[in-house]
């Protein structure tokens, strides 16, 4: 049977970026696992991203290659999966790797028998034999052989691994008691495993670990350690610094190559600049480096003019990625030769004033830094650099920014990398709260009003939708229910907005998402969710979710977005949900910090103290519904002060009635004076009258847990 490539028909960029090779590629469906078991054959399973530079190696390597066509489409049925089109399966299927050959990554590459069992598998395999790795040909030979030859041998390893995935992806760490000496130990370990010298964690290659730098800054304010605090400035100074960082166009590459933060793999992630956009805005709020609040400022601004869905497809949303390379090289989008920096600059190759001082400011030199060209990074703060200078900072950054700009305007003449358009939920969701947030730190309306319509777009998606939830739109079309990271980094996303703007819909929608999550994703064995819902395609396992990756578990996020939305609507079941996931994760977050950032940030919570305040302004300065949100002096101060287990809501009149009113129903109509109510574990404090005083009253609640 000559089988064809079928890609071309789907949605997914990265699938469509396959559908000219010559192998003839499946999507995952009925139809492809039809053909493995009609023609008795192995599946080829190749899953990836759009934005993966080693996916595109592999494409153009193998799999554009003629002669390993014609042997994948003799012997194989080959599926090609986008792995963040279905998480699911990137997840089982990885597993299975890693306990193959102990290490992951992408492309993955792994042999199915037509039951889709796991038995032979790896990542990215050069054509023939180099880097100490085997040659795809030889690989495609010898599995074939094995298949027809020891059939016997296959089906039995590929049993076996099953049931080892299986038991990996429903393990349960032995729980333990929800203390603060779990926030202690995990506060010593991130001391511990932080690189002192560069800043982050571990070796190249160096990831942005946001959600530590975050823990770091949560228990360096509650037990007022220094050496913790230290971890999150090391790091977001070294990234903001780095090549990793965008200097010109603003927001974060996918991460490192090297320890110094200097050589990017260039992709950017749209989770990725969410997680450092909150961990700036932490930072600015925690130490009050305007270093950190400018970084966060360009996150923003390159997230809305370069990261939002087309116009033409949805009013509001987020782009899942953009690629590391253009016009066929990785980087070559954003590096420059000094020549070309004194030509925008000066005008001459000579250079000028101008010219010198970027080029002291960012690095740059006739040789480069990495293979002749120069990856723009700041080898000392503006703050140092000014002391040398004898110049202020604040005078300083404004001319570089002024310099900045001009090459920003020469580097749009170039082509730029391609994007991935598809509206992923989960990452939208981190996005919304990012925005949104920063729309309170940083008063800028435009981020807010970006965040409401991204949700505004999924909402009205989902209750269009007999499943509820998707978890992407690509092309203005749903694809798939939600996985339960989803439902959790989106129902964050929810409970942010409604702290950013007040609107209690944002708390009534959430309701229904709520009662399906829990109808669909509940385990009522063992306490938690599970990653799939019931009504899912069932696959050879169904995993529960509590681990870090470079985005939230979905159990994490779940915990999150529960313990608040109880605490703001008076929910108890929302209460003892989240309590119920933070006790099944407490063996994990005993076992491993690294992995368990976000679930020890919401038992940070949980422990408390943690407040609830209110503000209801005066009458004089009250808005309405329709009105731009206008911060007063109360408003500003809550928002520049570092407060992790404080929800600050500005009570509205409206609220009355609705979920949103809470612990204070009949006590929101504005009065002559100011006024804040803090309340603690459904109990509220006697009011706080009088701007002075409130102020007071959140500075105080800013101190340190142990002060």
Same mark, same amino acid.
């Given at each position: 049977m000559n089988l064809v490539n079928r890609l071309a028909a789907e949605t997914s960029l990265y699938l469509n970026q396959h559908a000219q090779n010559p192998v003839a590629w499946q999507p995952w469906d009925d139809e492809a696992w039809r053909l493995a078991r009609e023609l008795d054959r192995p599946v080829f399973l190749s899953i990836g991203y759009s934005a993966c530079h080693w996916c595109h190696v592999m494409e153009h390597e193998s799999f554009e290659n003629p002669r390993i066509a014609e042997l994948l489409n003799q012997w194989f049925v080959s599926i090609k999966v986008d792995r963040e089109e279905r998480p699911d399966l990137d997840q089982i299927y990885m597993a299975a790797v890693i306990a193959m050959t102990q290490q992951g990554g992408w492309p993955m590459s792994v042999f199915l028998t037509?039951?889709?069992?796991?038995?032979?598998?790896?990542?990215?395999?050069?054509?023939?034999?180099?880097?100490?790795?085997?040659?795809?040909?030889?690989?495609?030979?010898? /599995?074939?052989?094995?298949? @027809?030859?020891?059939? @016997?041998?296959?089906?039995?390893?590929?049993?076996?691994?099953?049931?080892?995935?299986?038991?990996?992806?429903?393990?349960?760490?032995?729980?333990?008691?929800?203390? @603060?000496?779990?926030?202690?130990?995990?506060?010593?370990?991130?001391?511990?495993?932080?690189?002192?010298?560069?800043?982050?964690?571990?070796?190249?290659? !160096?990831?942005?670990?946001?959600?530590?730098?975050? &823990?770091?800054?949560?228990?360096?304010?509650?037990?007022?350690?220094?050496?913790?605090?230290?971890? +999150? $400035?090391?790091?977001?100074? +070294?990234?903001? !610094?780095?090549?990793? #960082?965008?200097? &010109?166009?603003?927001?974060?590459?996918?991460?490192?190559?090297? $320890? /110094?933060?200097?050589?990017?793999h260039f992709e950017k992630m749209l989770y990725d600049n969410a997680l450092l956009l909150q961990a700036y805005l932490d930072g600015w709020q925690f130490n009050k480096t305007d270093f950190y609040r400018r970084t966060a400022q360009s996150i923003v601004h390159y997230v809305l003019r370069e990261m939002q869905v087309p116009r033409a497809e949805l009013p509001g949303g987020f782009c899942a990625a953009q690629d590391a390379d253009s016009e066929g090289e990785e980087g070559r989008f954003f590096v420059w030769s000094q020549s070309e920096i004194r030509d925008v600059l000066s005008g001459s190759e000579l250079g000028n004033d101008d010219s010198r001082l970027f080029e002291r400011a960012y690095g740059v030199t006739s040789g480069g830094n990495w293979e002749g060209h120069n990856i723009l990074n700041l080898p000392k703060t503006i703050a140092a650099l000014g002391r040398e200078l004898g110049m202020? @900072?604040?005078?300083?950054?404004?001319?570089?920014?002024?310099?900045?700009?001009?090459?920003?305007? #020469?580097?749009?003449n170039r082509i730029a990398p391609g994007r991935d358009e598809k509206l992923i939920v989960a990452w939208n969701g981190l996005m919304i709260s990012a925005l949104a947030r920063a729309g309170l730190v940083l008063d800028d309306q435009e981020a807010l009003q970006a965040a409401q319509r991204a949700a505004r777009v999924i909402l009205d998606m989902a209750e269009s939708l007999p499943y509820g939830l998707p978890h992407s739109i690509q092309k203005g079309q749903p694809k798939h229910g939600a996985y339960l990271d989803d439902y959790g980094c989106f129902l964050e996303a929810l409970i942010e907005l409604f702290l950013a703007d007040g609107d209690p819909s944002w708390l009534s929608r959430a309701v229904p998402l709520i009662d399906r999550l829990v109808n669909e994703f509940h385990d009522d064995e063992q306490g938690g969710f599970y990653f799939t819902s019931s009504q899912a395609e069932k696959l050879i396992s169904r995993s529960r979710d509590f681990q870090d990756n470079v985005t939230p578990s979905g159990n994490a996020a779940v915990a999150n977005a529960l313990l608040k939305f109880g605490r703001i609507t008076g929910d108890a079941r929302s209460e003892e949900l989240a309590h119920e996931v933070l006790q099944a994760a407490s063996g994990l977050m005993q076992q491993s910090t690294m992995a368990t950032a976000h679930s020890l940030a919401a038992l940070d919570w949980w422990l408390g103290p943690s407040y609830e305040c209110v503000y209801v302004p005066a009458e004089t300065t009250s808005t309405t519904d329709s009105e731009p949100l206008k911060q007063d002096a109360v408003q500003r101060v809550a928002h520049e002060l570092y407060l992790p287990n404080v929800l600050f809501l500005t009570g509205r009149a409206q609220w009355e009635g609705t979920l949103a009113a809470g612990l204070v129903q009949g006590r929101l109509a504005p009065a002559s004076e100011p006024v804040l109510y803090v309340c603690q574990k459904g109990v509220c404090q006697l009011p706080v009258v009088g701007e002075a005083a409130i102020i007071a009253r959140l500075k105080g609640l800013a101190q340190s847990i142990d002060e």
């Open positions: 037509p039951q889709g069992h796991p038995f032979y598998g790896g990542t990215y395999f050069p054509p023939t034999s180099r880097y100490g790795r085997p040659g795809f040909a030889e690989v495609l030979a010898a /599995i074939h052989d094995a298949w @027809e030859n020891r059939r @016997e041998v296959v089906t039995e390893q590929a049993s076996q691994l099953t049931m080892t995935v299986h038991d990996q992806l429903s393990e349960r760490q032995e729980p333990t008691t929800l203390h @603060e000496n779990l926030l202690e130990k995990a506060g010593r370990t991130l001391v511990r495993v932080c690189d002192r010298v560069n800043g982050g964690f571990g070796h190249a290659p !160096k990831f942005p670990h946001a959600m530590d730098l975050r &823990l770091a800054m949560r228990l360096a304010h509650r037990f007022d350690t220094t050496e913790t605090a230290e971890v +999150a $400035e090391l790091g977001l100074t +070294a990234m903001a !610094k780095g090549g990793i #960082h965008d200097h &010109l166009g603003g927001g974060f590459a996918r991460y490192s190559t090297d $320890e /110094i933060w200097l050589v990017p202020a @900072e604040t005078a300083l950054e404004q001319k570089l920014s002024l310099l900045r700009t001009k090459l920003f305007e #020469h580097r749009k």
